[in-house]
Structures are given as C-alpha cells and as structure tokens.
C-alpha cells in the first residue's frame, strides 16, 4: 500500500495526540473505569481526527479510508483497550451510515457535531438476546403520527452512559427480518430513556459500557437514516469499517506487548542468563512479530478494496478474514506473552495483564469469531446448501 506525505503527517498528529493527552491518563481513567470523553473528543474534533473520511461539508476531511486507517493503527499506542475502542464508535460505527445516507438536515443536526467533538455518539445494535445475530433483534419503532415511539433495550453499549444521541437499530415494520429494520438517530435526552447500569466488564475497564431502556421514546420519523426498511443493509456496511477499524487499531497494541516482553525478559534471568537468550522465547516473539505483520498487510490490503470497490463482496470477505485473525493474534500474542513475565504477568496492573484482558472483547464485539467464518464460508460456497 503506497502512503502518501499527508499520511505520514496524520501518523505523527494522532502518534503526538496519544502520547501528549491520553497515554499519561490511561491508569487514572482504568482505575475509575471511564475517561472524560466530552472533553478529549472536543480536543480530537478540534484536530480533524473525528472526521478524517466523512464529508467536508460536515466539518470532515472528506479524506479516503486509508487516511482513517492510518489514524485507527496510531491509535493502537494507547496503553489501553477502552479508549480505542470508545473513538472508534464515534468514528467508525455510529456515523458511516449517518454520513453516506443521512439527509442533509439530520447530517448538520448529529454528524457536524460528532466530528467536531462537540458530542458524543454511541451504536444501538446489540441486545440481550440478539448479540451478533442482528436478524433477531426485537426493539421496535412504531409510526404514529409523524414520530416514530420506540420500545425495547439495548445492551453492551459502548459509550451508552455518556453519549448524546445513539445510531439506533430497529423494527419498523412486520416484514422479513433483512427488510424490516431502520437506522434511527435518537437523542439521549428524550424522555423514556432509561441508563439503567454502567456495565461492570472483565477488560476495557476505561470504556463506560451501558444497558439501554426505551419506554415509548418518541423521535421523529425525520430522524430515520436514509430509506426507512434499509437499516440492516446500511448496517452490514457499518460493520465492515467497525472491523477494518478493530484490525488495525490492534497492531500496534500487539507491537507494544511483544516489544515489552522483550525488554522484561532481558532484564529477568533464571538459571544463569536473561530469559530472552532461551531459543523457545526469542523464536516466540520472532514468530508473534512476522503473523503482526501479516495480519498488518491483510489489514492494508482490506483497505485498498474498501477504497476501489466499498461494498463488493470481496471487501466483506477480507474485512471478516482481518476481524477474525487479529481477535485470535491479539489473544495469542496477550497469553503468549504474559506467560514469560511470569508472577509479573499475573498482576492487574502489569501491561501485559491488561491487554491479555482487553483484547479478549475482539473475537467477541463486532461479530464473534463464529460470525466471521460463517460469512467467510459463506463467500467461499461451502456453507451447507450454499453454492459459490
């Protein structure tokens, strides 16, 4: 992939952004289990980085998605899972569908202000009993008058406990279950909504994860994103970036975690010399460091088709490949690893321990691994009763 001088430039923005204003704070925001969000978003919205592929005329850079692809591997230096992925909600889930098919009104009333940072956005997919099977999900948004009255619950939603307005998924007719379903932006503030927790999680501790209650919410119907029965399509695409996203903000994560384990098993020594100089651990981390960078090129060439043919079927192929391999690399490299610092990597605190926390949520969130081989064999025609 050929990177251009404005690429490299955006690397050193959000490199010098994550080092300056987030990386000093991660500890302090792990341990009280949010970050103020508002606050660095504006900071993010105030240098382009909320909007680096979304429309000039929205306040975007109106950039390709090899930009935003660059900025989300940057933002793989953050000591932390949470962070990452609370800006990639607002980058790369809750607003493609919003930029691509979002009228002019509801753009200038939600998405001008996401990527200025004067909000925040979260996505209402997942529910208690439709996590990855979005087919099934039962909220509904009911017409009456010129509103929409939504009923239903959200669950394990990113930036839920915060967020301004959510990019809601729901049932908006009695049909078939691809054809049923709408994008609704609804505001966080409209009388029936219910924060009933702030979720209590195994990892990505600085992300505040909500439960969801909408007790007849009325929004409205304006506020539906583009064709009203086409959200489960316009999902399908979000889902491509989110994962694109997932991938390569992992690398350098998985990077930080190898090159730290290097450095500890240089400085401990058992039995006469540094762990390090044992063949079964230096041939370890040249293993880990080579399927990095093979994952890094998947990633690279996903994003090559995202920008020449978005949509095509080979992009939702190679976007399942690169979710599926980096949630496995990111808990191989995590467990690897850990396991040559020993006691040490037992510890909360160790770098290595959050990671082996955080990076479990990859082959879960976005579509579990499971998803992403059905897709990925669904592709390849070898599903039963499926033909290539």
């Known amino acids: ?29 792990e341990a009280e289990q949010q970050f103020p969000s508002h606050e660095l978003f504006k900071k993010m919205g105030d240098l382009g980085l909320l909007g680096i592929n979304k429309p000039e005329a929205d306040g975007g850079m109106g950039l390709d998605y090899s930009y935003n692809m660059v900025a989300a591997e940057e933002l793989g230096r953050i000591k932390c899972g949470g962070v990452p992925m609370a800006i990639g909600v607002q980058t790369d889930m809750a607003t493609p569908a919003l930029a691509r098919y979002g009228s002019e009104e509801l753009r200038t009333e939600f998405l001008a202000p996401a990527i200025a940072g004067d909000s925040v956005a979260a996505i209402g997919v997942s529910e208690p009993g439709a996590g990855s099977d979005v087919a099934m ?64 999680k195994l990892g990505m501790w600085s992300s505040d994860t909500a439960q969801l209650f909408f007790d007849d919410v009325r929004v409205p119907q304006r506020y539906c994103i583009g064709a009203e029965g086409m959200g489960f399509m316009m999902q399908m695409q979000q889902f491509q ?47 880990l460091a080579t399927e990095i960078e093979a994952l890094r090129s998947l990633t690279y060439r996903c994003c090559e088709r995202h920008v020449a043919e978005p949509g095509d079927a080979e992009l939702i192929k190679l976007a399942s490949m ?67």
């Open 241 to 287: 970036e989110e994962r694109m996203f997932g991938a390569a903000s992992c690398l350098k994560g998985m990077e930080a975690v190898v090159d730290a384990t290097i450095e500890y098993t240089r400085e401990r020594h058992t039995f006469g010399q540094p762990i390090i100089d044992n063949q079964a651990v230096h041939f370890r981390m040249g293993e």
């Open 137 to 200: 999900l039962k909220t509904t948004a009911t017409k009456d008058g010129d509103d929409y009255v939504i009923n239903g619950s959200k669950m394990w939603i990113t930036n839920g406990m915060k967020a301004d307005w959510i990019c809601l998924m729901a049932n908006t007719s009695e049909g078939k279950p691809h054809t049923n379903k709408s994008l609704i932006v609804v505001p966080m503030d409209a009388p029936g909504i219910e924060r009933t927790r702030k979720l209590h």
């Open 322 to 388: 690169a979710k599926l391999k980096a949630g496995r690399l990111a808990r191989e490299v995590a467990d690897s690893c850990l396991q040559y610092w020993g006691g040490m990597g037992y510890m909360w605190e160790a770098e290595v321990s959050r990671a082996f926390r955080d990076t479990r949520l990859m082959s879960i969130g976005g579509g579990a691994d499971e998803i992403m081989l059905g897709i990925i064999c669904k592709m390849m025609g070898i599903l039963p009763g499926k033909k290539k």
């Open 1 to 29: 992939m050929e990177f251009t001088q404005e690429h490299k430039s955006l690397r050193e923005t959000v490199a010098r952004f994550v080092d300056n204003e987030i990386n000093p704070h991660v500890d302090e925001w």
